[in-house]
């Protein structure tokens, strides 16, 4: 009787998420930015994705790198143009980062000194 009563909880749960979560949460896909050798770093610009792929709001991108060589720091339009963030920007500098794209624009950059500016930046679209 409990197992019945515990299997009919899970069911319950899994039925509640399909039901409350965002479609496009649920369709999310991840993609490796830059390539699986280099990942991120100042060879960027010639992402292809970036360029050809339209993404979803809620995609995942995964920025591998080796952690200390660079960070990646999600910004805006203004900060990405002139290659700085906010003090209380959160960088990322595990190596292994996942951020979840929004819908619009979405805006990265490295926030080593010169990596920016030498174009280790990153523009990608989410509709």
């Known amino acids: 009787m409990a197992v019945r009563g515990g299997s009919t909880a899970v069911v319950a749960i899994v039925l509640m998420l399909?039901?409350?979560?965002?479609?496009?949460?649920?369709?999310?896909?991840?993609y490796f930015?830059?390539?699986?050798?280099?990942?991120?770093?100042?060879?960027?610009?010639?992402?292809?994705?970036?360029?050809?792929?339209?993404?979803?709001?809620?995609?995942?991108l995964v920025f591998t790198y080796e952690p200390g060589k660079y960070d990646v720091v999600p910004v805006n339009d203004i900060e990405y143009d002139n290659c700085?963030?906010?003090?209380?920007?959160?960088?990322?500098?595990?190596?292994?980062?996942?951020?979840?794209?929004?819908?619009?624009?979405?805006?990265f950059i490295s926030d080593f000194p010169n990596h920016c500016e030498s174009g280790m930046k990153l523009r990608v679209f989410a509709k």
């Open 18 to 30: 399909f039901f409350v979560l965002p479609r496009d949460m649920v369709d999310a896909e991840s």
């Open 84 to 107: 700085g963030h906010a003090l209380d920007s959160k960088v990322y500098r595990s190596g292994n980062d996942k951020i979840n794209l929004v819908d619009g624009s979405n805006y």
């Open 33 to 60: 930015v830059g390539d699986r050798i280099y990942g991120w770093d100042f060879n960027i610009s010639n992402w292809p994705k970036a360029k050809a792929f339209t993404f979803k709001p809620g995609d995942e």
